[in-house]
Every structure is written in C-alpha cells, then in structure tokens.
C-alpha cells in the first residue's frame, strides 16, 4: 500500500486566526451571552483558565469540552459554539495553490491519504468539507480525539494502527512535529518549508506548496 500521511495547517491549508485581539473576546462573548453573560475579559480569562486546567490531565484537550464547561451547556450547543469560535477568529483560510489537483492526481494513481494533524476537530472536520478536500481522504487522525499530540511518538503510532499502516510518508511542515518523530519511527518524509514554519533549521525538501514538484518527489519516494 502507498500510503501518505499528511499535515493540514501550512502544509495543505493556509490560515491566520487570532484568539488574543480583545475585538475577538467581545464579539463571540456576544455570540455566547445567551448560554452566560461573561464580560469579554472574564470569557478569555475564564476560557484560558480551563483550558489549563485540563491541559494537566491529557495532552490535547478537546475543545468541546472546554466550551461545556464554560458555558454549561451540551454536546451539542458546544459544537455550535466552537463553530462560531473558530469562525469569529479565523481572518482568512484557504487552500494552498494546487492542493485539490495534487490531491486528486495521487487518487487517481493509487495512493492512500490520510491527516495527522494537531488540531479541534470541532473546527477541523468542518473546515474540511468547506474547503472540499474531506473526499479524498481515507482516513483522518486529528489530536483532540486521540488526546494526544505531535511529535508524540504514541499519536503517530496510535493513528497509524487504526489506518492500519504499517509504513507511509509524512507531508508535512514543521520540523520539530512532522518530520523528525516521523524519522525516528523509520518513515520516509517530505519537508515543506511553508509561510507558517516556525522553525528552518534544516534545508526543506520544499519551499512552499508547489503541486507539479511535490507531485514528482511524492512519486520519486514511494516508487
């Protein structure tokens, strides 16, 4: 089987979202108001204390549960309000150019994709389909579900299970998380240095998201 692992956020999505403006934490503490009436300092102070809280418990914490408890309310009115969340923060997300075509082409050769990504799901499943790129995966592995996350050896070892691989290539661009705890468990990598790496500390495979190229070399490793 050729399967790939892939990152979503800079290496497959380009995204800028902003939690810290207080122009933020005024507008979804209106959007809240009708589940508590937090002033917009109490939200976030009270949203991070939470999050820290759980944080000691588990590696990821999924978000849902971070909303219930905020604002006491369900399951189901928590994904509601992440979904506003995600919304109220995000300034922009796209695909890079050329990832539905590259995405498409490796379908149509035979490769088995998957996502390994540190993420909500409560925001990233969503944001998938938004962007129509959910279809072309055969299987997704998001950190808030498996509370656990990269470059956890254990997360990448857990998904990989349940996609029942035994080997694969990661796509990714970030050094720290993608691609070194993906060596170290024998996998073969592509490095992409995007506009959202943090760390270049080693020369990249590629520099941004180039879909004929990445194609090539995707095909070079596992061929």
Known sequence: MKAILFDLYGTLIDIHTDEASMTFWKRISKKVRKYYDYSPDELKN??????????????????????EELL???????????????????????????????????????????????AQEAFTLPELKKLKIDKYFNGIAISSAYGLKKPNLEFFQSAMKNFKLETALMVGNDIECDILPAKE???????????????????????????????????????
């Open 46 to 67: 009270k949203y991070i204390q939470i999050c820290i809280e759980k944080g000691k418990a588990k590696e990821e914490t999924a978000i849902l549960e971070v909303f």
């Open 72 to 118: 006491s309310i369900t399951e189901q009115q928590a994904i509601e309000v992440a979904w506003q969340f995600r919304k109220a923060s995000t300034k922009y997300i796209r695909l890079y150019r050329g990832v539905k075509k590259l995405l498409k082409k490796l379908k149509e050769e035979g490769y088995f994709l998957y996502v390994l990504s540190n």
């Open 185 to 223: 468990l024998g996998l073969k990598t592509i490095f992409i240095q995007s506009n959202l790496t943090f760390k270049k500390s080693i020369t990249p495979d590629l520099v941004g998201f180039n879909y004929k190229r990445l194609h090539w070399m995707i095909n070079c490793v596992l061929n």
